[in-house]
């Protein structure tokens, strides 16, 4: 089913978008981790969770640092439900001296639940999952 397809896409984009694309603002942040929170199960809240206690949220917002996401592909699987998905790209960190590159890789699964204003697409992603992010290399800021 291509639109299927195509949602599910859309879907897994935006959710990486808010979870991922940060400002070095804690209301901002809030504000984006919540709204990816709708469209997500426990699991991105453990993820988040975890960030959390180590400190990541609060690093970026006290060395003044932005994080962005650049999906470059998704892959999904609507021959079976629940739906698999796959995410690749690549996570920046921006400083005002370098930005750091990084490998990332994602998987969840997908259900659907009713759609709503929140959640337009009615996915939830389930099992959500970081396999990579690996640093790929710095450079410095002109």
Known sequence: NVEKDLEIKDHVIRFHE????????AESIKRNID????MSDRSAYDYWMDMSERGFYQR?????ISQEIVIDSVQVNVVHYP???????KLYLLRESNIT???????????????????????????????????IGTKKRR
């Open 83 to 89: 739906y698999d998905a796959k995410a690749y790209g």
């Open 35 to 38: 709204r990816a929170l709708v």
């Open 101 to 135: 590159s990084y490998q990332f890789e994602s998987s969840c699964r997908m259900v659907d639940v009713e759609r709503s204003q929140t959640n337009p697409h009615g996915l939830m992603i389930e099992k959500f999952m970081v396999h990579r992010n690996e640093i």
């Open 60 to 64: 970026l917002v006290s060395a003044n």
């Open 18 to 25: 808010l979870m991922f694309n940060l400002s070095p603002s």
